[in-house]
T-cell receptor, first 108, second 117 residues
Framework: LAKTTQPISMDSYEGQEVNITCSHNNIATNDYITWYQQFPSQGPRFIIQGYKTKVTNEVASLFIPADRKSSTLSLPRVSLSDTAVYYC?????????WGAGTKLIIKP | KAGVTQTPRYLIKTRGQQVTLSCSPI?????VSWYQQTPGQGLQFLFE???????NKGNFPGRFSGRQFSNSRSEMNVSTLELGDSALYLC????????????????FGPGTRLTVT
């Protein structure tokens, strides 16, 4: 099973681009990479999911290199409301491994 | 569209008691998964129900059980509560569930905060 490793915490400033990297050395061929955002007293909220290369939606981009051993969530122009814990999830078909989460603090 | 709802939001129980938590998925979603979230262990998969059938179960003791009704609402039961069961219990619904490969998106409820004293 893939093991996921992500930084425990990060901080940045409003208006900056934030990149959070997740390492998953043992990723399997069928595994997808998913990122979730969680605010206090709420459940995780789906941000983005990808398999390879780059995926972009209205809130984030996900970069996955060719070897798929890591992935980077990119949040453009963050605001104070982006302060949350971000989880990397790797797997497929019930073999799902959640990262420990990265606490992102955005400062004014 | 209404989101996933969980009741109750907070619960305090005593060791040895049992508890039932409830989850109502998004309308049209047939898959409901349950997770336990603790500061030490993070998010851990408990089980998934799809069309009233348990499709998979995580590595939890038999004290943790669940069921799903014909309207897709799900309940989770924990018997003989232990102090270590104190956690945030999250329910997630999805259209296709966790089986198979390919894209899947889960929608989580706000969770039930269970405290065992």
């Amino acid at each position: 099973l893939a093991k996921t490793t992500q930084p425990i915490s990060m901080d940045s400033y409003e208006g900056q681009e934030v990149n959070i990297t997740c390492s998953h050395n043992n990723i399997a061929t069928n595994d997808y990479i998913t990122w979730y955002q969680q605010f206090p007293s709420q459940g995780p909220r789906f941000i983005i999911q990808g398999y390879k290369t780059k995926v972009t939606n209205e809130v984030a981009s996900l970069f996955i290199p060719a070897d798929r051993k890591s992935s980077t969530l990119s949040l453009p122009r963050v605001s104070l409301s982006d302060t949350a814990v971000y989880y990397c999830l790797v797997g497929a078909n019930y073999q799902l491994i959640w990262g420990a989460g990265t606490k992102l603090i955005i400062k004014p | 569209k209404a989101g996933v709802t969980q009741t109750p939001r907070y619960l305090i129980k005593t060791r040895g008691q049992q508890v039932t938590l409830s989850c109502s998925p998004i309308s049209g979603h047939r898959s409901v998964s349950w997770y336990q979230q603790t500061p030490g262990q993070g998010l851990q998969f408990l089980f998934e129900y799809f069309s009233e059938t348990q499709r998979n179960k995580g590595n939890f003791p038999g004290r943790f059980s669940g069921r799903q009704f014909s309207n897709s609402r799900s309940e989770m039961n924990v018997s003989t509560l232990e102090l270590g069961d104190s956690a945030l219990y999250l329910c997630a619904s999805s259209l296709v569930g966790l089986a198979g490969v390919g894209f899947f998106e889960q929608y989580f409820g706000p969770g039930t905060r269970l405290t065992v004293t």
